[in-house]
């Protein structure tokens, strides 16, 4: 089975193909990180049996699909965060930012540390005067689409003049190539700010700003508060019967603000794979991710999906079918 | 009478071997120029059609508008009193209609002029001059040494440029927030953020360290990811080119010319003079084919640009190229016909442009510059 896409779940996904093919020695997983966007477009020419977003199909996407393959079920595999991670060496505490902030510094409309607004949500801490240099992706990435469709929820500015992408018309600031590129900018460049994915930060063990929550509280960036993101969507889940919901601004105790989930994608009838072990192979792979694979999240830094969300993808794999026959998990 | 052949049989027969064979050497080397002939005009073909889309959206302004912007901009609803509404069902703001995504090569061609220019007027000066050297002043022994470093530079993969660019040069030309002490001064650390300190002081250099944001001017953060940065590396990278190809130039001078310049009693320097004069349309060939390299060059201006699609106001601003537009976007430009087109046509443009460098410096160097055809690159 072939695989590819999202960058993101990478690491994550390449461990479940090698534990699933352990457990299924007749099936060989791969999976190819090569950007969301990549992996979308293999599963529309359908040289890809299954692909990995970080964005859920946009409506040109999804009737792309259509004409080529029919419908596509998109489940989501685990949760994560987009964080903002910053350079000030003489900082004494914790920084603490909110939504709206955030959207002025990435809007250029607040360029000095020092700023009041910075100043009121840390009143304890010392900010130094100097320049915010605002660094954001360069090149197409979930974590734009996830970064800016948050931004875009605090700040009618931001949603005005920048709106949400994979790739978006900064105002300011510069670009870097990938996770480890802003990284590298953020640590050369004192008074940068940057957001990056919060598995990157861990692992790199860089500063990340507490986040202000929709319900006021700040919160720190963990796998558990990004699960908790997750539970806090079902609401939508249900609401709108569908899986690709914002995870991002909802409110909760303990939930971080810019939390994501990242889906794993096929297409709902299976049949033109013309081998029937081949489409069950698919569903088992997906079955097995939300189960077992969900055991190995926290440790790769990934946040697990939680129960309610796990049921509901359950219940969305029982759809996928195989020429009109439903293909059921077989233990 | 059977060991005989006489010659009159044997000829024809050997020339009939080999007119075959000269046949199929024909029919081989002719194949392989037109397969070359083909693939260019394929790959122009390939590239024009993909370009459609955005040709036919955006026409000949695609080339002026350095708008950049592959998603759609929404415009608000507002109700009476001018505030935003919102759906008291979803919670989220109304949206009136979208603007559409909007694709200009303008920010990316203003970014490949600059850094090629800045480029140019630090390598034109080093390569001439390192040129004249080896003609006319290096001891013998010395010139095949500096001739191969030279080499090697070109040699050098334009990836480790870029990495040198990032980890060596770019922190040391960038650094706001850091003071060190030299000779008793308290000066910021990164050459950059010297430069601005001094700029911001002469009226009419603010420009250098200042941009506007929304109405007000703001000082610029230098990060040493900028187009000053960007065009320093590029112009380490073409030296190599034309140092190698305007002394090949220089040497091809005939000698003739330069003995009589100084039978004429010419300086030194008038002899020089005389002798770039004599070869300045080869001489401008090589640094044609420079400037085609550094207009072309990706890798190491992605890593050292900052990758921004806007016109900077300031040398010490990010920006981008056309080959670094390119790179950095086509892999999450699969699923959008616009934005594909639009990138395809970035890609049209860069292809015409050095094409157009390289026809005219192999014109100028080879061509007409007869004496040099057999030396020249």
């Given at each position: ?9 990478n ?62 079920v ?18 004494r ?90 990284t590298?900018a ?7 700010i ?17 986040m ?25 889940m ?94 | 009478?059977t ?32 397969a ?53 069902r ?45 003609v ?15 080499e ?25 927030a ?155 430009a ?44």
């Amino acid at each position: 089975m072939q695989g590819g896409g999202a960058t993101f779940p990478n690491p994550i996904y390449q461990q479940w193909a090698s534990d699933f093919g352990r457990q299924h020695p007749d099936v060989r997983i791969e999976y190819v990180g090569k950007g969301s966007g990549a992996g979308i477009g293999g599963l529309i020419d359908k040289t890809l049996d299954f692909a990995g977003s970080d964005a859920p199909l946009n409506d040109e996407e999804l009737a792309k699909a259509r004409r080529t393959g029919g419908d596509v079920v998109q489940i989501p595999s685990v949760a994560g965060a987009v964080v903002l991670a910053y350079n000030l060496r003489d900082l004494r505490g914790e920084l603490k930012l909110s939504g709206p902030v955030v959207a002025d510094i990435f809007l250029g409309r607040i360029t000095q540390w020092n700023d009041p607004a910075i100043k009121s949500l840390n009143p304890h801490l010392v900010l130094p005067d100097i320049p915010i240099c605002a660094v954001h992706r360069s090149e197409g990435s979930g974590t734009n689409f996830v970064f800016t469709s948050y931004l875009c929820t605090q700040s009618d500015e931001f949603q005005t003049q920048v709106n949400f992408g994979k790739t978006v018309r900064w105002p300011i600031g510069e670009g870097a190539q990938g996770n480890p590129g802003v990284t590298q900018a953020l640590e050369e460049t004192p008074g940068a700010i940057g957001y990056i994915e919060l598995n990157f930060a861990i692992d790199n063990n860089i500063p990340v700003a507490l986040m202000q929550n929709e319900s006021g509280e700040f919160v720190k960036a963990s796998p558990a508060t990004a699960s908790a993101a997750g539970e806090a969507a079902l609401v939508d889940m249900d609401r709108y019967k569908t899986l690709t919901v914002r995870l991002w601004a909802r409110p909760g105790p303990n939930v971080y603000p810019i939390s994501c989930f990242t889906y794993l994608m096929c297409y709902r009838d299976l049949g033109y794979l013309r081998d029937r072990q081949r489409a069950q192979a698919i569903v088992d792979f997906f079955w097995y991710a939300i189960h077992d694979g969900q055991d190995v999240a926290t440790e790769l830094a990934y946040a697990p999906l939680g129960q309610g969300v796990r049921q509901r993808v359950q219940q969305e794999l029982d759809t996928i079918t195989f020429n009109g026959q439903p293909l059921h998990h077989q233990p | 009478m059977t060991a005989t052949v006489s010659p009159s049989s044997a000829g024809p027969m050997l020339r009939r071997g080999r007119s075959g064979e000269d046949v199929l050497l024909r029919v081989a080397v002719t194949g392989g120029a037109l397969a070359i002939l083909g693939m260019l005009a394929t790959l122009v073909l390939v590239l024009f059609v993909a370009a459609l889309p955005s040709m036919r959206r955006f026409g000949p302004a695609f080339l002026f508008s350095s708008e950049w912007r592959p998603n759609a901009l929404p415009v608000l609803k507002l109700d009476g009193h001018g505030h935003t509404i919102r759906d008291p069902r979803t919670a989220m703001k109304v949206v009136d209609h979208y603007r559409a995504p909007a694709f200009g090569a303008g920010a990316s061609l203003f970014g490949t002029v600059a850094t090629s220019t800045w480029a140019l007027l630090l390598a034109v000066p080093l390569s001439l001059g390192a040129a004249l050297f080896l003609v006319r002043i290096a001891p013998v022994w010395l010139v095949p040494f500096v001739s191969f470093l030279i080499e090697f530079l070109a040699a050098i993969p334009s990836i480790a440029y870029g990495l040198w660019g990032m980890f060596v040069l770019g922190p040391w030309m960038g650094g706001p927030a850091r003071w060190v002490r030299v000779l008793g001064m308290q000066l910021p650390a990164g050459i950059e953020s010297r430069i601005g300190a001094l700029a911001i002081h002469v009226p009419g250099l603010r420009w250098i360290c200042t941009t506007s944001v929304g109405g007000k001017t703001v000082l610029v953060p230098p990060t040493g990811r900028d187009i000053f940065v960007a065009g320093i590396i590029l112009g380490i990278m073409i030296v190599p080119i034309i140092t190698a190809i305007s002394r090949d130039v220089l040497r091809s001078v005939p000698r003739e010319q330069m003995e009589g310049t100084i039978a004429l009693g010419a300086t030194w320097w008038q002899s020089c003079r005389e002798m770039i004069f004599y070869c300045r349309s080869a001489l401008f060939g090589a640094i044609l084919l420079g400037l085609a390299r550094a207009a072309g060059e990706t890798m190491a201006v992605l890593m050292v640009m900052g990758n921004t699609a806007a016109v900077p106001t300031s040398p010490f601003m990010a920006g981008t190229t056309l080959s670094a537009t390119l790179a950095g976007e086509f892999p999450e430009a699969a699923t959008s016909d616009l934005q594909r087109g639009a990138l395809m046509e970035v890609a049209l443009i860069l292809l015409v442009m050095s094409l157009v460098f390289n026809i005219v410096a192999r014109y100028l160097v080879i061509g007409k510059w007869q004496p040099s055809a057999a030396t020249a690159h």
